[in-house]
Structure formats: structure tokens, C-alpha cells
């Protein structure tokens, strides 16, 4: 089962610590801690094994992979030593990375794209390529006419003014080159009823969105523990601090509130109701590719006693995302080779805003998550 | 089904808390906010109401009731306004205590604690009594032959050296009485061969041990969440700071030791392996009723990445214990009604050191103790 | 030295905390702890004792200022038993309490205002009185021409639209007749070159501003802790988590401007530079009257080792803010009357935005107000 | 100024950090953070210069000291590339480093040490050397008679029984050898009576005990802001959590209690009264050379009104400790070129346990530190 992993947002933080760990992961230097796909309980599903993975990915940077991974070396998210015996094999991926296309309609872009894909395709002789966003998130796009049918939306697309936000567009030039797409940010991706339609149409399927590494992940336990308890949460507020690229772009209001309202789904879900606080981002340059998030939860007891729990999450996103992004790529690949298409609702234990209305206490979506991949097959 | 509920310590802050609040409870004054018998889920099982259960106990101090709940209400662990309310209700569960019996031999005691459970049970006509341990943790006890065999502790017990702890003679007393036992501290318990051939013998079912209120019960929620994303807990340390007389106690080193043992189980459990680190107690009077517990864990994630969590847990040990031994209570009466004896050990939701080899995740234990309270019948 | 106490928003929490603990010291059921006129260093200076002190103010709101403590009570922040003992004393008190003039022209209002405080004055006999505003916090004001002189103000008031917000129109009223000021906001209060002429003209002492009760106080020591072992603060960062009246006004985004940059303002003093980050003020109504603060703190060591702290404070600000009103209105009037005129300088251990250019320490700002404590005279 | 640096425990994190440093700074590839000596008010005074340093040192453990810092850079204490450009220069360090004498007699072994310092002041030209202990914690000693006079000692020495703990026997052949002497740890050192006696007689300089470098440096701010503010510490209770070498040296239970007798100190000195709680060391492996503690404070405001603050501390003790190591070598050094002899009761600011009665407050000390160093004299 030959299958190509194409990242969108190739050169950035996730993907090459995604990069640089299947690659290490082939070699056998490192364990697979982090990849929950190599967890007992997952690894008889019919998954493509590192060795039958190959990477590729557009980017609008330009900076080499390489050059990239040792600066996450210096920054404590890889071990140098991994960089540096690895380096023949990120030159071998430099080769199959691209500059994200630009054309004058996003007709021609999201074509540019699919051509991209399918060269990548038909060089490596693939079975099949799944698609993944890691780019950096976006504002919240405008509505639009458009985004309610495929045809409008085609018909949209070859006008002058752009239609999809850069997330969407990917996710239609994917589902047009046959390719499944996962969208591991809070970005719109194929959340958009034209773009399920098109995803129908081609029998293809697609997962998302935005990635639970930190805070929203810890959440998604302690809310079931709350309720489960019968305890009253009154408040539950979060400061998040972060830095490094995705930490200045959430500085920007817009795409900070796509980001917040994901962040904080979890807990009306969990508990069944909402409970008062915000959680917040904060960009703090110092901090690096390692992010701190504070809560503070208050909630009542028996007879209305109040209590409070707080804590602090020091994580490394990178670190975090990496393994789920390849996780989600083998599963997202299997579910195509074994015929699922739409979206992929089962695969919520991964995301902080999944798609479909799936439970949102981490263990249940678990439960789910082995019955899948258990329906996927086993002839390995 | 009228029920006793007869407590081991029921002058303690626990018991007092407990019974304030099934008052309150019965009276319409407060919602079962911590009683997770009163979750949808659980609701269905023939339980004993509010208005079924009659309340009795053993201590060993004399300070009324009124006086005790007086005391926490100024602590800040009932309202004030409520144990005005329900001071006559109160002076009447009064009348149901007595002094816990000290004979010559354990034998003579435990006649006398027979006899004062017949008397509880006759003079208020009830179907059933369950007899639940929340007296200050015991000093793990001398191992002693006679702990094997109930005809070889039947014998020793009419000698004049004593032979079981407190805790297990209680548990004794109560099986000779025909009535089901909870033991919701670390102590010995119902946990002896001897009296598991006893409960076998009279048909009754007990459950134990150590309720799970507060750092434990967040570890049974982080623990497998770090096993369920494949992150390698390196390090778990944490810190418990409690005053009131169980902080006194477990100043103790002996006393402390069963905790700490209770208390760090939950890991090897549900991770498969045990971190370095330990859990400490401290008693430090000043904190009085309200218990802080801070833990640091230290994990690796891909790539070795380095990464740490902590969180600080301020609760309000009397405030979280008391729904759940009136939860236990009722369960474990419909369990005896319902025909089950021995060890119930599908209540390990409730426990830091649960009977038999359930699950060591909250969310498993949910699952168990959903079935488990299916299975009691649904005739209210 | 009789000494009137003539509070700006007395009805509010820390007003009435102040008063209650005044009374409450005045009658000796309480040890003067939090007020730091009561440490030996300060004990020397001839400050006005309790029994001096006489109490009014000015409110908008009407709730009885008995009212007032006993829901302060309930909410954990004064003790019960001791409202119930100064019942009759808070209910002098009342008599004394004004609602705030409000007329068609700021002039008119000035003037109602000045004839409230010497009304006040005279009934009583006073030596003199401070006014002290402790209402909530304003928006920064629009900035006016007829601010930088006392002339262009005075015409400016007589006109029909609003020249100065309420905090400064407090201190010209306070001024006007004779009364010395303190501002415990952030907001204007003295702070205009027109009133700092009539401040002068007058011959009238005046202090502020904002009174460090929290996070900043711990700042205050942090940050030189930092600059005296140089080590480099590479970020700050913090998150205020506060409900009641002062919370809900801080959520307006205009008086939360004018906190922040107050709190912000002591660690570019004791730094020498101002290190990365925020400090955010968020309401969270649940949280009431105590307030949960959390720092960040990111440094470099030796060789650019990086470092981190946290800390979070869990205070009550009335609690921490009444004994410090008590302690400027005693060292306000001794320094009125020792002929002290213009801004107080060496009040700045009180202050987050201290007046003047004084250290930012706080063990700094202690000495410097010793030695004022000192100049004020020992004749007690 | 030539001036030898020899340090005891030359090959551990701590002096390994210090050597690095050192010659980085005399190289000009650092910036001076952490070191205080380098701050504006300090650095008037006459003290040797980067370049006028010479070090030396014994150890017990061979491991070079290239290799030492290797792993160090490893363990992200030292910078990587620091240590590549430094490899000549610490390679030249590691030709004046001596095993640790060990003969038949104390007197023998005492000998030895001498002769190894006067070898290294002669062979380097240097006008002094400081001698600085850096070796891991040891247990309290047993009282011995010998201790307390300087004849008996002599005699004792003699004898085939020890009768001085190692780093008290090192304090005795500095002195022995002319050099003045420097406790980084709270080992006994140069704190006996004979001792005193012998660096009298010699015209030495000493100072000491145990580095102030994480929690106890942040306990002596936080206790003076309670102190000024008049608020009652009610309990302070912390856990420190360490791995490396001392942790492991410190699990043991004699050497804990040095420590942590140590680290409570401070709060007796600056409160005026010893709270509840207890400072406790765990050795946790896995968390290497960063260590973490956290600190539980509670306490009672105005009224009675109970409050608390937490902080967590995460900070590298090498790079902690190491500038300080450098700092006190320079101040020792010019101290004793000023004719300065016996306890240096003015370097309280850089101890846990200083000698002396000096204040307990931080910026006391400071305070203390500058008039000190203006009395050394400014000839530079």
C-alpha cells in the first residue's frame, strides 16, 4: 500500500517534525512514542507501514527542510543528533516540495495544485495520497453564495475575486486529484456543504479539524470527570502563551477567535452545559515552539461547597502534533483503500472541533476510534 | 425498601457532612449536586429514596452532632443556614449513636456491635442496614494466622490479645449482624480471608476501599489519557497538604504508608508501568478541611521530547466524600436485595483501591458501574 | 486629632470592609493586622488613633451599609460574628453617608459636594478631613485644555459640559473645602495640573494612585529579586481572574486600559527594561470577591540558560485593600497636618502608579516611608 | 591581581558550569548575566578581573572535565557551542586538577591538600587563592571534642580516627596553605571553633553557608513583602523535586536535614515567628539538572481573612549556582587583599544559612553587599 502524504505547509514546525520522525521511524532509530496508531489496540488495522509512505508538500516559504530542522534542533524540539543522521533523507524530501501555486482565478490555482499532486502520484507510483493541512490558521472567511453548491462554486471559482479561503481551495484541489484531505488546523478545509459534495461525487474522504495536543486534549478528561462526579463546574478560564509562527498569527483577532471558540466546544459537550470563562492566546515570542496554558477551574460540591483545581500544561506543540499528523495520514489512507468517503466522523479523538456530533470525552472517542479501525481491516 | 445506613465514625466531619446532607436532601433543601446516583444514567436502578434511609453509628468521641455540623459550617464545608434548618432532624439521628463498644475480648466487642445493629435494625423495622467505614485510617495490621481461616479467627477473637484491627472487626460485627459492609477508608476492612469466607457464609455483599475524592481521582483521568495518546509518563510526583484530624492521623507514618500505597496504585494500573516519584502526605492544621494536592508530571513525547504538566487540587475532602457514601450505601443495599454477595467489585468507580481487578480509569469504571447498576433492577 | 475618613463609593466592598475593621479595631474584638501603621517601624509617627477616626461618604448606589457587610460576610470575606457585633456601629455610620451630588454644571456638583464635607467637618468637630476615593475604576478622560490650568477650569466647570470624570471632580471638591485627597484607582483623581495648582494654593497634601493589593505587590519584589542576582526577565506574562463590582467594570475595555498599564508599570521600573507580555484582566463573576492571579515569568540565566516561574495568588482585594485606606488616611491627615502640601511622594509602598519618581521595589519604597513616617513627628 | 580559583568538587555541574563561564567571559563570548559582581553598583569595586582568574581543583571522580561539560550541553545546561569553542582552554584547566588526597591520618591527608595549593599558587605566580567548596552535601557531623580548639584539633588530626568531615578538613588546609575559603554547600566547612581559631591566627577571610540559588532565594523577597504588609503567614509548606547528583546525594536522610534546616531559616529570620509547614527534597531522576519546587503560603489578611499563593520554580541549579561561585571567588579574594580575616558576615545576600546575624530580607543584603564592596576599595 503505497501511499504519498502531501503537507500542506510543508516547511513549517509540524511538518517537518512530522517529516523528520517517519523518516526516523523508517530508519528504526527511534520509537514510536506519540503515534497512537502503534498502540496495541490500533495496530491490527490494515495501515501503510513507514516504509510505504512518502512525503511531498507545497509551501509559500522557501526556506529548505533541512535548514528548518536544525533550527528545531537548537530549539529543544528535535534531537540534533536525529538531524544531523537524517540529513541525506531530508534532502531526498527537499526534491518533492513545491511553492504553493498562485495564478490569476483560483480555478487555475486549485489546478496548478491537482497537477502538483498528480505528478507526485504518478512519480512515486502511489496507490493513493492523502493531503494535510498544517499551514498556519486562518481568519474565519466571509460567507459566500458560492459555498453552497459545486456548481456555483466552479463556476465562482474562474472569476477574478477570490471565492475560498487558501484552506478550502487545498481541499478542493485534493478531492479533484482523487486525493483524501485532513485538515489538522481550525481552518475551514472541506467544512463547506459544496466542498462535501464534491467529496461525495469523487467517493473520497476527508478528516478534521484542528488538531488536540495541549490544553483542549487535558479538557477533554477533566470535563468527563466533572460530570461523571456530578460536580458543578462555575468557571473555567485559560490563558494560553505561546510562540513561534502559529503563536504571531494567532495574535491576530480573527484567527484567534477561530481558534478560541474550538478550544472551548469541548466543555458545553462534555458537561452539557457552558460554563463561564474564556480560554485565551497570547503571543509570547520568548517562548519558543513551547506553549504553557493555565487554567483555572472552579466548580461546587455537595450541599454547593467550592473547590478549585488549577493547572499548567508545558508542551511542545510540535512534539504533540507531529505523530497525529502520520496517525491520521495512515487511517485517513486506509479508509479510502477500504471505500470510506465524507467526512470522518470517528476520528474525533484527534481533533478539538471534529467533524459530526461524535461524544467529546477523549475516552469515548477512543472507543470509537479502535471500533474503526478495527472495521478497516486487518490483512495485514 | 427501608434501609439503615450505620457509620463507623460518625461524629467525623465525612459523617456528619453525609448526613446533614441526606437531611437537606430529603427535605427538598438542595440538589444532589455529587451524588452520582442521581445522574440520568444511574437513576434507573432500584435504589433506596432519600425518604428510605435511617441513619446510626458507632464513634468513639462524644461531640454531638449539632455541635460538629456547627463546626463546619463555620469551616466553611456546610452552609450555615442549613444546619439551622435541620438542627432538630439533626438531634434525632442524635439518638441513634452510640458509644463504639470496647469489651474485654474482640469477641465481647463484636457481640456488643451486633447487638447494637439489631437493635437499629428492629427498633426502625428496616429491610436492610449497610454499615459504611469513614473512621480515621488504621496502621496497616500485624498479619496473624488467624486472618485465614474464619473457624481459626473465630477462636483467637475469645482469646485476650486483640486480633483484628478496628476496622476488620467492624466489618466482622457487621457480617454477624447480617448486614452488608463499605469500607471507604485504606484501613484492613472487609479485606481478610476470614471474612471473606464469613460474607460467603452469610450471603453478603461488602465493597472498598479508600475513597477516591481527590488527587486520585484527577490521576485516574490523566493517567490513561497520557497511555491513550502513547506519551511515556517519566516522572509523577506530587505533594498532598491536609489539615483536620484524617491529616493528623496520616501525619503517622504508618497510616501515611497505607495511603501512599492506595494512592500511587492508580498509576502502574493505568499505564502499564510505574513512573519514578512518589505521593506524600503532610498535615498542616492551619489548612483545616479544605486539602491541597500539587503533582508534577514530567513525559516524553516523539522524539523524546520533553514536556511536563501540573496541577494543584483544592478541595474539600468531607465536601467530595459525603455523595458517595450515601451513594455507596444505596447501591450496595440494592446489591443485598438484589441477591449479590461478596466483593463488589464493580464499584471500583468509587475507590482509590478497588476490590478486584477492574479497571483503573475512570471513564472503564463509569462504563462498569452503569452496567453494574443496571443490573439491580429497575422496579422504583 | 480628631481625623474625618470621607470615602468616594463607601458603600462599595472595601469601603465598608475599611469600616468595619475600623469599628471593629476601635473596639478592640480584632488584632490590626494588614495595617501597616500598626508595624513598630511606623508606630512611632502621631497618626490619629482608631478612636480619632469619624467616617462618612459620598455613594451613587443605596444599599445599607449593613446590608452591605452581611453579604460581605456570606461571601467569606468578614467574619460574621463581627458584623453582628458593630451592627449598631455600621448603623451610625449610615447617618453619615450621602448620596453623590449630581447638578446641571460640574461646579454646581463641586459645590454640593464641598458643602457635604463641611457639614461633615463641622458636626463633628474635626481637626481635618481626607477624602479618599475608593469607586470603581474610570476610562482614562478625554484630554481638555482647561486640564493644565485652574483658571481655564474653573470657567470650564460652570459650563454645561462635563470637564473632569467623577474622580477628579472629587479631588477639586476635596480641595475646595480644605480636605486632604487620596486616590486608591487608577483613575484621575489629582492628577491634572490644574488641580495640582489648586493643591498648592491650598496648602493640601494629596496621594495615589492605585492601591497594590496583588499581583502587583508581588511584582514588587520579584522583579528586583531578578534585577539584583542579574538575571535577564525575558518574558512576563499574567492573567487576573476577578469577579465582583470591580470585575464587571474592568471588563469594559477603556477602565481595563487604565488598570493594565498600571499594573505593567513597576517591572520596566525595576528592571531598567520592559520584558515581553501582558497582564490581562478577565471577569468571571463565579469568583467573586476573591481574585485568582497567575504570572509567568520566562528569565536567562548563566550562559543564557533558560529559566521560568509561576506563581498564583489567591487573594481577597478587600480584604488586602481596607487596612492600607486606614493606614493612608491616618499618614494623609498627620502629614496635613505636620504642613505637608502637594503630592506625597513617599507613599509609594502603597501604590501600584505611585506619584512621583520613587523606587519600584517595595523594600525601597518601605525605607522611604519610614523615614516620612519619622519626619511626621513622635509626639503621641 | 592574579588570582587562583580551586574548587573541591572540581569535576561536578557546578564547578564544571563556573570553569566554562569563566572562560567564556574571559573570552568575550558571554555576556556577564547572573553574575552580580557585574552589576553597576558592584563592579566599582577593586576585584580581580576575568583574565586575572586561574583555576584548579580536586575531585574524587576522574571524569574530564570536557566530557563533563559535554554532558552538560547535552542536558541543555550549558550552551553546545560554547563548549566546542572552549575545548583548549577547558582542556588546559584539566591539567590543574588533582585527585582528592586520601592518606592514613587527616594530618597526612591535610598535608596533602596544602601541598597541591601551595604547587598551584607557586607554579601560576598567583598573589592568593580562594578555595571553594563545591562538593555534594554531606551529613551533619557527630559533635567531637577536637571541634572546638585549635591544639586538640592538631592532636586529633593525628589520630587513625577521623575527626573532621571532608569539607571542614578542606577549610583546615586552605587555612593551613594561606587561602581563603569559600562554602558553596550546607556542609560544615570552615564553621568550627578550632577552625575560627586557626583562620584568626592565619589572617584569613571566609565565607559561607550553602548557595541561595532557587526556592530559598525567592522565600527572602516573598517573606519581607509579607512581613512589610503585616499579613500572617499562616503555613508555608514546599517540595522540591531535583535528579542529578546532589538529588541523589540529598535522598539521603542525614544530608536532607542539613538542607532543609537550611531552607527554613530564612522564614524564621524575616517573619519574626517560624509558620507551619516543612520544606521537603525528593530525588527525582528523570527531571536531571532542572529542578522544580513548589511552595504552598497561606495566610490571614485584615479580619482574619484567609489567603494563600502558590509559586513554582523551575530553574537549572548549576546555572544558578555557577556565577555565584565566580562572584564570591572575586569578593573573597579582594576581601582578602583588604586585610579582611575571619567570617564574612556580609555575603549573607548569597546564602541560605550565612554566617553571621546579618538580615534575613533580600534586598537587606543587598544593601549590606554594596557598603562591603565600597570598603574594598575602587583602585581599578
Given at each position: 500500500?503505497?501511499?504519498?502524504?502531501?503537507?500542506?505547509?510543508?516547511?513549517?514546525?509540524?511538518?517537518?517534525?512530522?517529516?523528520?520522525?517517519?523518516?526516523?521511524?523508517?530508519?528504526?532509530?527511534?520509537?514510536?512514542?506519540?503515534?497512537?496508531?502503534?498502540?496495541?489496540?490500533?495496530?491490527?488495522?490494515?495501515?501503510?507501514?513507514?516504509?510505504?509512505?512518502?512525503?511531498?508538500?507545497?509551501?509559500?516559504?522557501?526556506?529548505?527542510?533541512?535548514?528548518?530542522?536544525?533550527?528545531?534542533?537548537?530549539?529543544?524540539?528535535?534531537?540534533?543528533?536525529?538531524?544531523?543522521?537524517?540529513?541525506?533523507?531530508?534532502?531526498?524530501?527537499?526534491?518533492?516540495?513545491?511553492?504553493?501555486?498562485?495564478?490569476?482565478?483560483?480555478?487555475?490555482?486549485?489546478?496548478?495544485?491537482?497537477?502538483?499532486?498528480?505528478?507526485?502520484?504518478?512519480?512515486?507510483?502511489?496507490?493513493?495520497?492523502?493531503?494535510?493541512?498544517?499551514?498556519?490558521?486562518?481568519?474565519?472567511?466571509?460567507?459566500?453564495?458560492?459555498?453552497?453548491?459545486?456548481?456555483?462554486?466552479?463556476?465562482?471559482?474562474?472569476?477574478?475575486?477570490?471565492?475560498?479561503?487558501?484552506?478550502?481551495?487545498?481541499?478542493?484541489?485534493?478531492?479533484e486529484a482523487g486525493c483524501a484531505f485532513v485538515d489538522f488546523t481550525p481552518s475551514t478545509g472541506a467544512r463547506l456543504p459544496a466542498l462535501a459534495e464534491l467529496a461525495a461525487e469523487a467517493g473520497l474522504p476527508y478528516a478534521g479539524n484542528d488538531g488536540k495536543t495541549g490544553e483542549t486534549l487535558v479538557k477533554s478528561v477533566l470535563a468527563p470527570m466533572f460530570a461523571l462526579r456530578h460536580l458543578q463546574v462555575t468557571s473555567w478560564s485559560g490563558l494560553n502563551l505561546l510562540g513561534g509562527g502559529d503563536g504571531a498569527n494567532l495574535a491576530d483577532p480573527a484567527a484567534n477567535a477561530a481558534k478560541v471558540a474550538s478550544k472551548q466546544r469541548v466543555l458545553g459537550d462534555a458537561l452539557g452545559y457552558t460554563p463561564e470563562g474564556t480560554s485565551r492566546i497570547e503571543h509570547v515570542a520568548e517562548i519558543g515552539d513551547f506553549k504553557t496554558a493555565w487554567d483555572l477551574i472552579t466548580f461546587a460540591g455537595f450541599l454547593g461547597t467550592g473547590m478549585r483545581m488549577e493547572f499548567t500544561w508545558h508542551g511542545c506543540d510540535s512534539a504533540l502534533a507531529a505523530p497525529l499528523v502520520l496517525d491520521l495520514a495512515r487511517l485517513t489512507a486506509a479508509a479510502h483503500r477500504a471505500g470510506r468517503h465524507g467526512p470522518l466522523t470517528e476520528l474525533g479523538f484527534f481533533f478539538k472541533d471534529p467533524l459530526g456530533d461524535g461524544p467529546a470525552g477523549l475516552t469515548a472517542q477512543w472507543d470509537t476510534l479502535v471500533s474503526f479501525s478495527a472495521s478497516l481491516g486487518r490483512t495485514r
Open positions: 500500500m503505497r501511499t504519498g502524504v502531501w503537507l500542506i505547509g510543508a516547511r513549517g514546525s509540524v511538518a517537518v517534525t512530522a517529516l523528520t520522525g517517519a523518516l526516523a521511524l523508517r530508519a528504526g532509530l527511534v520509537a514510536p512514542t506519540g503515534c497512537v496508531t502503534e498502540l496495541p489496540e490500533l495496530r491490527g488495522a490494515d495501515l501503510p507501514g513507514w516504509a510505504d509512505l512518502e512525503f511531498g508538500g507545497h509551501d509559500v516559504v522557501a526556506l529548505p527542510v533541512v535548514k528548518k530542522a536544525e533550527s528545531l534542533a537548537d530549539a529543544g524540539v528535535l534531537p540534533g543528533r536525529l538531524v544531523a543522521a537524517l540529513t541525506d533523507d531530508l534532502a531526498r524530501v527537499e526534491q518533492e516540495l513545491r511553492p504553493l501555486p498562485s495564478a490569476d482565478t483560483q480555478a487555475q490555482t486549485a489546478a496548478a495544485i491537482t497537477a502538483d499532486l498528480r505528478d507526485f502520484q504518478q512519480r512515486h507510483a502511489l496507490d493513493r495520497v492523502v493531503v494535510v493541512d498544517v499551514a498556519t490558521t486562518e481568519p474565519a472567511p466571509e460567507p459566500h453564495a458560492a459555498h453552497w453548491s459545486l456548481a456555483a462554486l466552479r463556476t465562482a471559482l474562474r472569476g477574478a475575486q477570490p471565492v475560498l479561503p487558501a484552506s478550502a481551495l487545498a481541499a478542493y484541489a485534493a478531492f
